[in-house]
């Protein structure tokens, strides 16, 4: 167990609707990204939050967007869903974005399975 | 040009064997970390073994060590003793300041270890 925790674990919707993926990082991480691993697209790097800002986007459609809050929690959002949409996706955290950044190990949590009808 | 390679789709090896999963890398950086991290069946992704540029011994976790040749800009990682369960897909990753250090990751090697 990483300490990642999100929910929900499955989401099965419809095409066009909206849905919000949560991500609670572990205990003292201030970092927290986004994947989605799709099997066409792989592991794609969405977005990175510190402490409540954004720091780095990646693959991010206009479509989706995230945020922080001020207990670290941190909720994706998905919306006008497309069936190509369908995929796993992932939250880790880090404990930071300064000083050895090369060493910043993300952990991941489990993961939601989004599927998209 | 990939920053990431993994040459090994798939691999098939006989439980007990040793196993190395093959990782190149490109980066100009002087200081960048080397991850590998292991996705089972079940889905959820986890970290296993660091390696940073500068570090002068071979990072080893329990069965899991990592093969770093930083002439040859390759970090294999090598598990002793394979077990049923490292059955699983594996991933190699980099951060480098080149890309802002966010994650950079190969497009992994599925293990299968046979009984």
């Known amino acids: 167990d990483s300490g990642v925790t999100q929910t929900p674990k499955h989401l099965i919707t419809a095409t066009g609707q909206r849905v919000t993926l949560r991500c609670s990082p572990r205990s003292g991480d201030l970092s927290v990204y986004w994947y989605q691993q799709s099997l066409d697209q792989g592991l794609q790097f969405l977005i990175h939050y510190y402490n409540g800002e954004e720091r780095a986007k990646g693959n991010i459609l206009e479509r989706f967007s995230a945020q922080q809050f001020p207990d670290l929690h941190s909720e994706l959002n998905l919306s006008s869903l497309e069936l190509g949409d369908s995929a796993l996706y992932f939250c880790?955290?880090?404990?930071?974005?300064?000083?050895?950044?090369?060493?910043?190990?993300?952990?991941f949590g489990p993961g939601t399975r989004l599927t998209v009808l | 040009a990939q920053k990431i390679t993994q040459t090994q789709p798939g691999m098939f090896v006989q439980e007990k064997e040793a196993v190395t999963l093959d990782c190149t890398y490109d980066?100009?950086?002087?200081?960048?970390?080397l991850f590998w991290y292991k996705q089972p069946s079940s889905g959820e992704m986890i970290f296993l073994i660091y390696q940073g540029s500068y570090d002068e011994q071979n990072a080893t976790e329990g069965r899991y060590s990592l093969n770093f040749q930083k002439a040859r800009k390759s970090a294999n990682l090598v598990i002793s003793a394979s077990q049923l369960g490292d059955s699983a897909m594996y991933f190699c990753a980099m951060r480098e300041r080149a890309s802002n250090y966010q994650l950079i990751w190969g497009a992994g090697t599925k293990l299968i270890i046979k009984p």
């Open positions: 880790a955290s880090s404990p930071r974005t300064s000083g050895s950044l090369r060493a910043d190990t993300q952990y």
């Open positions: 980066t100009s950086d002087q200081s960048y970390g």
